[in-house]
């Protein structure tokens, strides 16, 4: 009971806080008289820069593929503490986009899942797009029921539709969510593959190691060992990363993502467990070794990339270090070219404009 007393009082506090903090968003959801706007839910304020790097790409893209939409951006916290705050400026004309990344399902249930069904819910008039998602629901009984109440939501919105960025989830939607209203899914790529951070080049050193250390982590502290032992022994020294930020006051996120694109471009190679590791890898054209996570989503997703010959995945660590060997030896490495994946991403202009 003092615990639910206790989240209740919380999240009240919340609710008055980003009433006050995001007047700035909420005043100019009230100003813009822009007839179509694009309105950019679950925009992050917590320290995973993947997630930073998300929500950069769909900027970049819509400023390119459709500037003649104004784009504002609600934060997670306010369109989670402060939602009917929020739709009292929301018109029907407005296109309600919730934000790119893997936080649909179960594994973040009240900080993402549970927020995107009462977005949905609350705005049952306008056309709402799911950018490029993964969909994960654990395969228990509470998991089954959490599927089944996102189910009933997206089958009675009229005017959903819901890109995946890899096949598990686009199959998962297809055969477990479609009905009733609801009939558009997409798959297309992950929406941070549309940045190009090859430039500009850097001189490379060492090995750059990105893992988990999360309930999203399988690997073991004896396999990490393994790794770093033939990191160590193919490239010499190597360094930690995290691309979640462990510093509590962070001012500027884009200039952390700057950095941390540079810090992979310096790297002769990554070996990492996390999705936008090896994302971060592609994008900068740095060899990669990328291993699963608990989602898989790593594994789906790193299929976009078998065409460059730098980037590797590997089901288990016996295999990353034979790859880890084998980018040792690499010769004339792939430059990362995104010209491939736009028609893809212009199948969501598409469907926004539409």
């Known amino acids: 009971m003092s615990e639910i007393i206790t989240k209740t009082i919380k999240?009240?506090?919340?609710?008055?806080?980003?009433?006050?903090?995001?007047?700035?968003?909420?005043t100019?959801?009230?100003?813009?008289?822009?007839?179509?706007?694009?309105?950019?839910?679950?925009?992050?304020?917590?320290?995973?820069?993947?997630?930073h790097a998300i929500t950069a790409a769909v900027v970049d893209f819509f400023a390119?593929?459709?500037?003649?939409?104004?784009?504002?951006?609600?934060?997670?916290?306010?369109?989670?503490?402060?939602?009917?705050?929020?739709?009292?400026?929301?018109?029907?004309?407005?296109?309600?986009?919730?934000?790119?990344?893997?936080?649909?399902g179960t594994l973040y249930?009240?900080?993402?899942?549970?927020?995107?069904?009462?977005?949905?819910?609350?705005?049952?008039?306008?056309?709402?797009?799911?950018?490029p998602q993964t969909v994960?629901?654990?395969?228990?009984?509470?998991?089954?029921?959490?599927?089944?109440?996102?189910?009933?939501?997206?089958?009675?919105?009229?005017?959903?539709?819901v890109f995946l960025r890899e096949e598990r989830s686009y199959d998962l939607v297809k055969k477990r969510l479609y009905g009733g209203y609801f009939n558009a899914a997409f798959c297309v790529p992950d929406i941070v593959l549309e940045l190009n951070k090859t430039e500009p080049k850097r001189d490379r050193h060492g090995g750059l190691l990105c893992f988990r250390d999360d309930k999203e982590s399988i690997l073991s502290k004896?396999?990490?060992?393994?790794?770093?032992?033939?990191?160590?022994?193919?490239?010499?020294?190597?360094f930690y990363v995290d691309t979640v930020i462990d510093r509590i006051f962070?001012?500027?996120?884009?200039?952390?993502?700057?950095?941390?694109?540079?810090?992979?471009?310096?790297?002769?190679?990554?070996?990492?467990?996390?999705?936008?590791?090896?994302?971060?890898?592609?994008?900068?054209?740095?060899?990669?070794?990328a291993l699963n996570n608990v989602s898989r989503k790593v594994e789906y997703i790193s299929k976009w990339l078998d065409e460059f010959n730098y980037i590797k995945f590997a089901d288990r660590v016996d295999d990353a270090v034979k790859d880890i060997v084998a980018l040792k030896t690499l010769q004339d490495t792939d430059r990362y070219d995104n010209t491939g994946f736009m028609p893809f991403f212009k199948k969501i202009a598409i469907i926004v404009e539409d």
């Open 109 to 131: 249930m009240s900080w993402s899942e549970e927020p995107v069904r009462n977005i949905i819910q609350a705005f049952p008039e306008n056309k709402i797009v799911v950018l």
């Open 222 to 238: 004896i396999e990490i060992q393994a790794i770093e032992s033939a990191v160590s022994q193919n490239f010499g020294q190597y």
């Open 250 to 289: 962070v001012k500027d996120f884009d200039n952390e993502l700057k950095n941390m694109f540079d810090k992979f471009r310096r790297a002769q190679i990554v070996v990492t467990d996390r999705l936008h590791g090896l994302i971060f890898s592609a994008i900068t054209s740095t060899p990669c070794v």
């Open 64 to 104: 390119s593929e459709l500037p003649q939409y104004p784009l504002i951006k609600i934060s997670e916290i306010l369109g989670k503490y402060n939602l009917s705050e929020v739709k009292k400026y929301i018109r029907d004309t407005d296109i309600i986009l919730i934000n790119a990344g893997g936080f649909l």
């Open 136 to 161: 994960y629901y654990e395969d228990t009984p509470w998991g089954e029921e959490q599927l089944e109440k996102t189910k009933m939501i997206w089958q009675s919105h009229h005017n959903l539709s």
């Open 11 to 26: 999240d009240f506090l919340r609710t008055i806080q980003s009433k006050f903090a995001y007047r700035d968003t909420l």
């Open 28 to 51: 100019r959801l009230r100003d813009d008289s822009s007839q179509h706007r694009l309105m950019l839910f679950c925009c992050p304020e917590h320290k995973n820069l993947g997630d």
